[in-house]
């Protein structure tokens, strides 16, 4: 049998050899289709590549009879319909390490050009200046770079730096202090990094948590004369807040490849002389360009010569019967899962996933990537998803458990999900209710009922009278409506807990008022 496979976007021919030299597979590199033709075309194959340029909309996948997998030569997958993709049992694949290298180079390129002032003194000797004076720069020997984002390119990054003599201090929501040892790296939080800090880089993926991450408080902390790269993404400095900065000489310098909204030829820190900047080209290389598309060729012709992909960025295919049994238990996994990651502030360092009562003998994969999708969901946001979920969580050294049981304690069904930390471990558990839905049962040692959904507050308190009225007052006195209200206790007048259901997110001032509070001693606000 012979597989075709459609080309839609400009690829080299070095980065599809994959595909031309295996057996059985027909390549037709086609670009420039219009939508309504790639409709018409793609009925007549079985693997698409794409780029960013074409737009795989749920019409096209919907034509795709034959069409078994979807690549994407690149990290993003925005331009394709994933959803629509898993319904019609399309696997996707992109490349997701294929562009470290060229995105750490050009940030090392950046700050280095940014030390020196190389553009600034090219632009002057292109208007037939010879100025030396004006462009004096900065050794980067023995300099402090703080690294925010210790993912692969974060971690290319603080390697080169290393050995041009910097010293490091890096924060990642997934670094401890024995995995920064390890790396030859100083460990800190995100106040400690841009407080020691000669040079910043930023290497976040932008989330709720991450934008404006860097904004005017953020500046105010940090070192006078700090230089400041970003080649992550747009949106993760306020760059209203980073022109003032620079202005007002706080800021020494910034080099920019990404902007909140690109193109920005006519953003206002490109009229800045200390500003440094490049139109997104963290992976604009040829050699980047060439390995991205060899890592989803692979993919296809592993598919289609009925191996394993490797990057898969949708949910894999399961049998319609194990489906029916584990579907309704996906939302409580993930809800489970997010329930944690909000309660700690620390790094997990162990998963442990415990099922029990009608789950006992049911093929629990599924639910585990769920459950870890919602763990780590906080920090990834979109780029984590139920097939790359323990991937990622095993790369930031992660362990990850499964266990069984057919004992409930009272349950048809239980799921217990703990995560262990430096200084301990927390758990929480729930289940399904017949005709109620997702509960959440357990937290810590305390027995609760509450739906696993929408605004909560999270507090740990004292048991003592009136502690209750005193929270119902002030969030009164904040305008936020309390919807439900769970109490648990170890003991009379011992450690106890509030969980509350809100109509709204609580603030800092908001928590702030609440912490302030006799007998209060954590407030956490989640958004479930």
């Not at 290298?101 to 390129?109: T, V, W």
């Not at 006078?224 to 007002?248: F, H, K, P, T, W």
Request: glycine share 8%.
């Amino acid at each position: 049998m012979t597989f075709r496979v459609l080309i839609s976007d400009p690829l080299s021919e070095d980065g599809i050899f994959p595909l031309r030299e295996a057996e059985k597979i027909e390549v037709d590199m086609i670009t420039d289709l219009t939508p309504e033709q790639l409709v018409e075309k793609i009925k007549d194959y079985d693997a698409l590549l794409v780029r960013s340029q074409t737009k795989v909309t749920r019409e096209i996948i919907a034509q795709g009879e034959k069409l078994k997998i979807i690549g994407r030569a690149g990290v993003g997958v925005d331009n394709i319909d994933l959803e629509a993709a898993t319904e019609h049992g399309v696997i996707v694949v992109n490349a997701p390490d294929g562009n470290t290298n060229s995105a750490a180079e050009h940030s090392m390129a950046m700050l280095m050009s940014l030390a020196r002032k190389i553009p600034q003194a090219y632009n002057a000797l292109m208007q037939k200046k010879w100025d030396r004076k004006s462009y004096v720069g900065v050794e980067v020997k023995g300099k402090t770079l703080g690294v925010i984002g210790m993912g692969r390119i974060g971690r290319e990054v603080a390697m080169r730096a290393k050995g041009q003599r910097m010293k490091i201090i890096a924060y990642d929501p997934f670094l401890t202090e024995d995995k920064a040892e390890q790396l030859g790296v100083a460990y800190g939080s995100v106040e400690d990094v841009i407080k020691a800090a000669d040079f910043i880089t930023m290497h976040t993926p932008l989330l709720e948590e991450t934008k404006h991450l860097i904004d005017a408080k953020a500046f105010e902390k940090m070192k006078d004369g700090v230089q400041i790269v970003n080649c992550a993404r747009g949106g993760i400095i306020d760059e209203d807040a980073l022109y003032d900065a620079i202005v007002s000489g706080k800021v020494a310098g910034a080099a920019l490849d990404v902007f909140e909204e690109e193109p920005a030829t006519d953003h206002k820190l490109l009229e800045l002389p200390q500003v440094i900047a490049t139109p997104h080209l963290g992976a604009s290389t040829v050699e980047a360009q060439e390995s991205v598309a060899i890592d989803v060729s692979h993919d296809v012709v592993r598919l289609l010569t009925g191996g394993l992909v490797r990057n898969p960025v949708n949910l894999p295919s399961v049998s319609k019967d194990l489906m029916l049994k584990i579907e309704p238990y996906f939302y409580l996994a993930e809800k489970l899962g997010l329930f944690l990651t909000h309660s700690t502030e620390e790094v997990i360092e162990e998963i442990t996933i415990y099922y029990a009562g009608e789950l006992y003998e049911v093929e629990v994969t599924p639910l585990t990537r769920n459950t870890i999708k919602g763990l780590l969901k906080r920090h990834f946001g979109d780029h984590i998803n139920d097939v790359n979920a323990a991937y990622l969580a095993e790369q930031r050294g992660i362990v990850i458990n499964e266990q069984k049981t057919s004992t409930t304690k009272g349950f048809t069904n239980l799921i217990t999900v703990e995560v262990k930390t430096k200084s301990g471990t927390k758990t929480v558990a729930g289940t399904l209710l017949n005709g109620l839905g997702a509960r959440i049962v357990k937290v810590e040692e305390y027995s609760v009922d509450v739906v696993p959904e929408g605004h909560l507050v999270f507090i740990h308190h004292k048991d003592q009278p009136g502690a209750i009225g005193k929270v119902g007052s002030i969030l009164a006195e904040h305008d936020i409506n309390i919807a439900t209200m769970q109490v648990g206790r170890a003991g009379v007048g011992g450690e106890a807990i509030m969980l509350l259901t809100v109509d709204k997110l609580l603030d800092e001032a908001d928590i702030k008022a609440l912490t302030e509070l006799p007998d209060i001693n954590k407030v956490t606000a989640m958004n479930l």
